[in-house]
């Protein structure tokens, strides 16, 4: 990739081959990767779930799983030979040299353990003996403050649980950088995320890599984080470098027509319609010598049901986690209006913390409610908890969770986890074989466990699960999040084919507007558990917004944006919980009044179907 002399070199990878035995049988996981990174300089690794992209990551952590082992080649890090290393001197490499960054820092945290302890762990092998615990809580307090944590002082006496998602990954952040690493590993560092936190996290890793000079490594299938943070990438597939060199150069004219097929695969703010799938036949095909292929199809727009019934209508509804409110608190969702039609996705969106979750769970019967009516098509009230609602309402509403590995019960099989609803709701005619057929999956899928699957083929099974029921009303929450964009694209196309031909009303909870964009009909913009922006699809993506939306839209991060603008201070940060009075959104917003703080905003009725609550006037919101 590099031309550069040993010296120079943080990562030095040359035709490496992972394998595992299966029986008898060498199955290859990496085959003749070759990579080169110098000090300084930051490495991206592409490619869909299965590529190797995970594995490599373990590699230059020296680490790889029971089963797996080296089959050619060498890895070297700052020149040294790191699988030749064991014992004390490998756990004294690993401590000084490289640390890893995982996908989730929330599970990768010890729950029981405060944050300082658990951030001075980090100081021992390379901490003096005379250091005092006063200095080591000092060193913990500098690393929290490096990643823009508020309060860090306070923050040391928390546990894990008390964070937000954004706040529990920079920790994870400080705690890799606790011993002073020359190579950082980032496993999928912003999966999960919301856009505005994954672009302050990213912020923070850009300045942190230029005032430290480290060499990092990023894991990510986003192609806009990898265009943002990356000097150079390498595109994995099926365990081979396909394409790599400088980012600019690969993400903007990409050779390889699997790099453009992933490209093709992205969705876009600024452009309506779900993406083309991976033509997987085509580039095989031209792997073995044929002529290159165009990547398949082109953008398919949805068209937006006309004249359908709601499924389901909810009125005024007010949640309050806390039991005995306190003066100056405030609920946590409240007053909530909000329809969804027989056919139509509504996309829920918001940072994390906003209630979109909150809001599914009272549609599901799995939260409780202080206030509100919600109606299931059009003449069913919804009973508060699930066990009082009649058998028929409960087929009536279905959920398909955001991550299919633990909605899945790993020790059954496909056939048990799509016919216990059939069973359980007594539906006739569906075999679990037709089930799968409908989501588009072989029907002898049926007899494998989840392990056996892919995480597009999980999801899939959770949507067949979903909607074997015959729902009018699905529940999708934050379902293509964890997706690969060719994985993520086909998921969307399904949902898009299954709102219309079985007539079924989505309320699609996602942070990820450029997915919005591609699917959604209308959209509901929530913060705080507070509606501040509603409309169709092309309204909420045109040149009116709520300053809220506004904030949104700006943290997305595209292949080929200026990626030099970074989030303000201040912005980043959610309030701990909604104000009692005034407007939720007051204390980070640029438009700011004294209004704000004190008196509820109007709701400003932009169109017939396109309202925002905000005090500024229209002209201030334009072009925002």
């Excluded at 000092?138 to 998602?165: C, M, N, T, W």
């Excluded at 876009?268 to 031209?286: C, E, K, M, N």
């Amino acid at each position: 990739m590099i031309t550069a002399t040993k010296e120079d070199l943080a990562i030095d990878v040359h035709g490496l081959g992972i394998s595992y035995m299966s029986g008898s049988r060498r199955v290859n996981v990496l085959s003749g990767v070759s990579l080169q990174l110098r000090q300084g300089e930051v490495l991206g690794l592409v490619g869909e779930s299965g590529s190797g992209k995970s594995t490599m990551a373990e590699v230059l952590l020296a680490s790889l799983r029971t089963s797996s082992f080296v089959s050619s080649g060498t890895v070297h890090l700052d020149g040294v030979d790191v699988f030749k290393l064991a014992g004390k001197e490998l756990r004294a490499f690993r401590a000084g040299h490289v640390a890893l960054v995982p996908q989730n820092a929330g599970a990768a945290l010890t729950p029981t353990m405060r944050i300082g302890e658990q951030l001075t762990e980090g100081f021992r092998l390379d901490s003096a003996a005379s250091e005092t615990r006063e200095s080591r809580r000092a060193r913990a307090i500098e690393l929290l403050k490096l990643v823009r944590l508020p309060d860090a002082a306070a923050a040391l006496e928390k546990y894990p649980h008390q964070f937000s998602g954004g706040q529990q990954q920079r920790i994870g952040i400080a705690m890799a950088l606790a011993a002073r690493p020359r190579l950082l590993v980032l496993d999928e560092p912003t999966t999960g995320l919301d856009v505005v936190t994954q672009a302050a996290i990213l912020d923070t890793l850009t300045r942190l890599h230029k005032e430290l000079g480290m060499a990092m490594v990023l894991v990510s299938h986003d192609l806009g984080v990898i265009d943002k943070m990356c000097s150079h990438v390498a595109v994995l597939r099926r365990g081979k470098v396909v394409e790599s060199g400088d980012t600019s150069t690969v993400l903007r004219n990409p050779s390889h027509p699997y790099t453009k097929g992933l490209l093709a695969s992205v969705p876009r703010v600024t452009v309506p319609g779900i993406p083309p799938s991976l033509d997987d036949a085509a580039i095989d095909a031209f792997e073995n010598g044929a002529e290159m292929h165009p990547v398949d199809g082109a953008l398919y727009e949805r068209l937006a049901p006309q004249g359908t019934a709601p499924v389901l209508t909810i009125r005024g509804l007010s949640v309050d986690y806390n039991r005995k409110p306190k003066p100056g608190s405030a609920p946590t969702v409240l007053d909530v209006d909000l329809d969804v039609h027989a056919g139509e996705i509504v996309a829920l969106v918001g940072e994390s913390g906003s209630g979109k979750s909150t809001i599914a769970n009272v549609v599901a019967g799995l939260q409780g409610r202080q206030a509100g009516q919600l109606t299931l098509n059009a003449q069913t009230e919804l009973a508060p908890r699930v066990a009082h609602r009649a058998k028929a309402v409960r087929r009536a509403v279905q959920i398909i969770f955001q991550n299919a590995d633990t909605s899945l019960n790993p020790r059954r099989t496909v056939r048990d986890a799509i016919t216990r609803p059939l069973r359980l709701f007594n539906v006739k005619g569906l075999t679990a074989e037709q089930a799968l057929a409908e989501v588009g999956l072989p029907v002898n899928f049926t007899e494998r466990l989840p392990g056996q699957l892919s995480g597009g083929q999980r999801q899939r099974v959770g949507i067949a699960r979903a909607v074997s029921a015959g729902p009018s009303l699905v529940l999708a929450d934050e379902i293509v999040s964890a997706l690969d964009v060719s994985v993520q694209s086909s998921i969307l196309r399904l949902m898009d084919r299954l709102a219309k031909e079985n007539n079924i009303g989505f309320l699609f909870i996602t942070h990820d507007l450029a997915v919005v964009r591609s699917v959604a009909d209308r959209v509901v913009v929530l913060y705080l558990g507070r509606i501040v922006e509603e409309g169709t699809v092309s309204e909420i993506f045109g040149s009116v917004s709520h300053p809220y939306t506004s904030l949104l839209m700006a943290s997305v991060i595209e292949v080929g944006d200026d990626h030099s603008a970074a989030i303000a201070p201040g912005q980043d940060e959610v309030p701990a919980g909604p104000p009692a009075q005034g407007c939720p959104f007051a204390s980070r917003c640029p438009l700011v009044m004294d209004i704000c703080r004190s008196v509820r905003p109007p709701a400003i009725e932009v169109s017939g179907t396109h309202s925002i609550r905000c005090h500024a006037p229209l002209e201030k919101l334009e072009h925002l």
